[in-house]
């Protein structure tokens, strides 16, 4: 039933079409913009514990333009007998606005999240996140998000996701405030964003894939289609 619920969640947060929203600088939704990422994680030896992170170069165009700089990392603990990796981290997000200005803004962030994971053979792997994030934004009150995304990798060469494979990869993550209210006055709805993702993904080596691939951000005053590289590496 658990399950359910939230596929009608993310089916609902897709659908939202844009509504009144608080205020912002003007966005070409139209123009093209392009996400470069890298993802890491590793363990301590042969322990439950390890470190994952991720650096995410955000632009509203093709990367002369930024739209956010992410650096992200966090300490984790594998759940023994059980596919589930917890994690609790920090972050530090600068902003850009839209166009020829140069002002930024900056976000500090602490968050907790739940991994599940699932394989079906050699061919169809699902993750399932939950996230609960702390956010102090420059300019508003104390801000919290509750965010769930589905993750789906499917082999496409049947050598799952090591070295030399190709997959699909696949997800959609919703967004969800959790204050209306963001002070002066301002208010947020309560849905937040929804990002739905496609991509190919090739297995480089058995710890380490590229991706490439185009993901659809729908927040309430708009929708932009972005286009994403990205590194995954564990060692």
């Known amino acids: 039933m658990l399950r359910v619920w939230i596929g009608a969640l993310v089916l609902a947060g897709a659908m939202l079409s844009p509504g009144a929203a608080l205020a912002q600088t003007p966005v070409d939704w139209d ?68 166009g020829d200005s140069d002002e930024t803004s900056a ?24 996230r609960y994030e ?12 509750f965010r769930y995304a589905l993750f789906g990798d499917v082999a496409l060469n049947g050598r799952g996701k090591g070295n030399g494979s190709i997959y699909l990869a696949l997800y959609n993550e919703v967004f969800l405030n959790g204050e209306s209210e963001i002070g002066r006055g301002r208010t947020v709805e309560r849905f937040d964003r929804n990002r739905f993702y496609t991509a190919l993904g090739f297995g480089v080596t058995d710890r380490a894939q590229i991706q490439a691939g185009y993901m659809i951000q729908a927040v309430p005053g708009g929708a932009k289609g972005q286009l994403q590289i990205s590194l995954h590496a564990s060692f």
């Open 31 to 98: 123009q093209l913009g392009a996400w470069y990422m890298l993802f890491w994680s590793t363990r301590f030896d042969d322990s439950a514990v390890g470190l994952q992170g991720d650096v995410q170069h955000r632009n509203w165009n093709g990367g002369t333009d930024l739209e956010q700089l992410l650096i992200r990392g966090g300490l984790t603990y594998a759940l023994p007998e059980a596919p589930v990796l917890l994690t609790g981290g920090v972050a530090h997000i600068t902003s850009g606005e839209f």
């Open 107 to 130: 976000e500090r962030r602490v968050y907790q999240e739940a991994l599940v994971s699932q394989s079906f053979g050699r061919v169809v792997f699902l993750r399932h996140r939950y």
């Open 134 to 145: 702390q956010r102090w934004v420059d300019g508003q009150d104390f801000r919290t998000r």
